[in-house]
């Protein structure tokens, strides 16, 4: 439609813009609550953690001078504002889930978070107990597991190769 990726067929349809394309996948494998107020927490949640995740895929852009100014505003945002949102909701309704106590696609949303926090600096979850607790219970669903295996189609953040060409081509 726009000319670009990600674009996905399914159901005889080809899906454009990745919002779109997840809420979509979420309806059909009922990942997207069961009524409109599971939505929006789902949807309120996911957008949340959209901000935080944007954090993350910027850094490796940020100029060499910039760098430790923004990972110490990323560490200080995931620590002070985003994870104690999503450990306090799975504080106050004592469940496994974030809501409705099942799955859903901000529970997977959560987990890519969790990993791409892991992965920066895993001591940002020590105070989190409950958020180490729904990164351990995703990550072992069988489908979840097999896709996070070394090998998988699961990319890791932007190498420092593809950075560096992503510099000289943007000129900064």
């Known amino acids: 439609m726009f000319q670009q990726v990600p674009m996905v067929e399914i159901d005889g349809m080809k899906l454009v813009q990745s919002?779109?394309?997840l809420n979509y996948i979420a309806s059909k494998y009922d990942l997207y609550g069961k009524d409109m107020k599971e939505r929006v927490l789902?949807?309120?949640y996911t957008e949340g953690m959209a901000d935080?995740?944007?954090?993350f895929i910027l850094l490796p852009?940020?100029?060499?001078?910039?760098?430790?100014?923004?990972?110490?505003?990323?560490?200080?945002r995931t620590v002070n504002r985003y994870l104690p949102v999503f450990e306090?909701?799975?504080k106050s309704?004592?469940?496994d889930y974030l809501v409705?106590?099942?799955l859903s696609k901000a529970d997977i949303h959560l987990l890519e978070v969790l990993l791409y926090i892991e992965e920066l600096d895993p001591s940002l979850l020590a105070t989190f107990p409950l958020l180490k607790a729904l990164k351990t219970r995703i990550s072992n669903l069988t489908?979840?597991?097999?896709?996070?295996?070394?090998?998988?189609?699961?990319k890791p953040p932007i190498d420092q190769k593809t950075l560096e060409e992503a510099r000289k081509a943007f000129k900064f």
């Open 19 to 21: 919002r779109a394309i």
């Open 88 to 90: 306090n909701a799975l």
């Open 42 to 44: 789902i949807d309120m």
């Open 52 to 55: 935080l995740n944007e954090m």
């Open 61 to 76: 852009l940020s100029p060499p001078d910039e760098k430790d100014a923004k990972i110490a505003l990323l560490k200080d």
């Open 143 to 154: 489908n979840v597991k097999k896709f996070l295996q070394p090998g998988s189609q699961r």
């Open 100 to 102: 409705g106590n099942r």
């Open 93 to 95: 309704h004592g469940q």
